[in-house]
């Protein structure tokens, strides 16, 4: 299991990448694994300001659909348009070309609360 060290986690298996006053985030891993295929990412909160832990979209898998949950509070910037025509992009690149949206973040405190990749590959059994 892939669990870069440079990246921040939550315990809902959204990881974030963080550059200046901007995250980008997107499934983990281990997250997508255990989805299985992924169908079709929905993500209808670009422009939106939310608050931490809110829902900001949804990820189809073959047999379940599941919440995406933001990892911090701040305003959606932009979305991987690229996961409309490709969402299994999120299986093969989950880290990479999988990203799922960009937050223009306003409470970097919150950074401080997400699982470094040690304590995230503890609370999957990594």
Same mark, same amino acid.
Do not use: C
């Given at each position: 299991? *892939?669990?870069?060290? $440079?990246?921040?986690?939550?315990? $809902?298996?959204?990881?974030?990448?963080?550059?200046?006053?901007?995250?980008?985030?997107?499934?983990?891993?281990?997250?997508?694994?255990?989805?299985?295929?992924?169908?079709?990412?929905?993500? !209808?909160?670009?422009?939106?300001?939310? $608050?931490?832990?809110?829902?900001?979209?949804?990820?189809?898998?073959?047999?379940?659909?599941?919440?995406?949950?933001?990892?911090?509070?701040?305003?959606?910037?932009?979305? *991987?348009? /690229?996961?409309?025509? $490709?969402? !299994?992009?999120? *299986?093969?690149?989950?880290?990479?070309?999988?990203?799922?949206?960009?937050?223009?973040?306003?409470?970097?405190?919150?950074?401080?609360?997400?699982? /470094?990749?040690?304590?995230?590959?503890?609370?999957?059994?990594?």
């Amino acid at each position: 299991m *892939n669990i870069p060290a $440079d990246l921040k986690y939550t315990k $809902d298996h959204e990881w974030v990448r963080i550059e200046g006053d901007t995250a980008t985030v997107g499934i983990t891993d281990f997250a997508q694994g255990e989805l299985g295929d992924i169908v079709y990412v929905e993500v !209808e909160t670009v422009d939106e300001t939310l $608050d931490k832990d809110e829902v900001f979209g949804t990820v189809e898998a073959v047999k379940t659909v599941s919440d995406l949950f933001l990892p911090l509070t701040g305003e959606i910037i932009s979305f *991987n348009e /690229s996961l409309e025509d $490709d969402p !299994e992009t999120v *299986n093969t690149d989950p880290y990479g070309a999988g990203w799922m949206i960009k937050i223009k973040f306003s409470d970097a405190t919150e950074v401080e609360e997400l699982l /470094s990749a040690q304590a995230y590959g503890e609370l999957v059994g990594a």
